[in-house]
């Protein structure tokens, strides 16, 4: 899809959001736009299945881009309050489902796009079972995108090299009320290419990406993202597409 049009989009139907649900968004607006470029303009015919939806922000422009959009996220009390707002008004379906332990509720051959996005790297367990489910409701040649924070990039190392711890601290993760409040383990573009790979996955196209530095407007940002732009693999994010083996219905 178009950036101008995924904008577009999120402009239109943010007008009645709170103030905090629209800062969220304009915070998040580069990010989602790097996952919806993935997409075709037109989504007729085609739909998505997206894990972790939590607010819809980058399916919200799928489904008023014609694809057929579907959500899964874990039980809590915000998922009525985010039907209401978010989901309904534009007609994504969401379900309640621990994707790392439960069945996805859809059937085999199901879907042309998988979305998870800013997921994995908060699961504390293994993710296998939930890639051998993702692999199971898409089509033969559908396509999985996973977007996840580089554990390598280029903040991180300068921390590193400070003597400063880079991910979550332990102590915020042993006191968090919800298992999946924060980030367990973040990874390297090879390890998502060697989950994908061992999970039964092509591997399609490797992205990394960082639009929260491009978007800024401190210079000491700015000037991050620009030496980013000479090493891509120190940018903030990665994005992982594959496919499911097999041959597309025509």
Known sequence: MERTTVRRILQDVSRDWDVRDQRDLGEQIAEIEHVDDLFPADGAGRTVLDIGLE?????????????????????????????ERFYAPNGIDVQTCNV??????????????????GVLEHWFCSPFYALSEIRRVLKPGGQFILETPNAANLRKRLWLLAGRYPYTPLTAI??????????????????????????????????????????SPTLPKRMYWIMTTLAPPFRDMLILVARKPGRAAE
């Open 55 to 83: 607010r819809g922000f980058k399916s919200i422009p799928l489904a008023r881009s014609n694809y057929r959009v579907f959500g899964l996220d874990f039980a809590d009390d915000r998922i009525a309050a985010r039907t």
């Open 174 to 215: 042993h006191n968090a009320t919800q298992p999946h409040a924060f980030h367990h383990r973040e990874h390297t573009m090879r390890e998502l290419e060697w989950l994908v790979s061992r999970a039964g996955f092509e591997v399609v196209r490797k992205l990394y990406r960082d639009g929260f530095h491009k978007s």
């Open 100 to 117: 790392t332990s439960e069945p996805i509720p859809h059937p085999n051959d199901t879907f042309d796009y998988v979305m998870l996005n």
